[in-house]
């Protein structure tokens, strides 16, 4: 069974701080990553995708990927309330055909 | 505003009845893909059809029925539905059905279903 694993939440950070966002994966041949940001009551919205070791920066979010350790993370700098959402980690697990596997998603809270 | 887009964004239906729901793509895409997103549950894949092909079909049971007419239509019938399907259901797209960029899904605004 492939699963990917998130910290349910909620997670509460202040105005300004840097937010940390977990995700865990079991299938070692995946090969894309991707976060989606949910707002309460609406579809998920693509904020980042990452295929390769290392960081990508995306103006506040920064994605950071270790295929060795099977994590994947999402880091929001200068946190601020309207980034107040439920975060999905999504995987391509090897061989599938257009076949994501969700994490339950993290809440984020950011307290004014 | 995506360009993806789903009707009707709320449904109410009993047991008995059958309804559509309806979901288009205004991207040039070829993959579509159908969700089921309940309370507490991750998100789950339903259907997968690619250049109108079905590709994937994730043991749904039968009361959910999809179409694929063209690479911009999606459908899913529903009959017999039961109390339990009573979920936000949501379409996706992509480029392709691969990996990699092509394969980064976008979604529709979600109908939300609700089975008395």
């Known amino acids: 069974q492939k699963e990917v694993e998130q910290n349910s939440g909620p997670l509460s950070v202040p105005e300004g701080a840097i937010a940390s966002l977990n995700c865990t994966y079991s299938?070692?041949?995946?090969?894309?990553f991707f976060w989606y940001r949910q707002y309460s009551g609406k579809s998920p919205e693509l904020i980042m995708s990452?295929?390769?070791?290392g960081d990508k920066e995306d103006g506040r979010f920064t994605a950071q990927l270790n295929k060795a350790s099977q994590y994947v993370s999402l880091l929001i700098r200068d946190s601020q309330p309207s980034d107040s959402a439920t975060y999905l980690c999504?995987?391509?697990?090897?061989?599938?055909?257009?076949?994501?596997?969700f994490g339950k998603g993290t809440k984020l809270s950011v307290k004014p | 505003e995506t360009g993806v887009t789903q009707t009707p964004r709320h449904l109410v239906m009993g047991m008995t009845n059958k309804k559509s729901l309806k979901c288009e793509q205004h991207?040039?895409?070829?993959?579509m893909y159908w969700y089921k997103q309940s309370a507490k549950k991750p998100l789950e894949l339903m259907f997968v059809?690619?250049?109108?092909?079905?590709?994937e079909n994730n043991s749904v049971p039968s009361r959910f029925s999809p179409e694929c007419p063209n690479s911009s239509h999606l459908f899913l019938h529903l009959h017999t539905l039961q109390p339990e399907d009573s979920a936000l259901y949501l379409c996706?797209?992509?480029?392709?059905?691969?990996?990699?960029?092509?394969?980064?899904?976008?979604f529709g605004p979600g109908t939300r279903l609700t089975v008395l």
């Open positions: 990452i295929y390769s070791n």
């Open positions: 299938d070692r041949g995946s090969q894309s």
């Open positions: 059809y690619s250049l109108e092909e079905r590709v």
């Open positions: 996706a797209s992509s480029p392709d059905a691969s990996g990699g960029n092509q394969g980064t899904q976008y």
């Open positions: 999504a995987v391509k697990p090897g061989g599938s055909q257009g076949n994501l596997i």
């Open positions: 991207l040039g895409h070829n993959a």
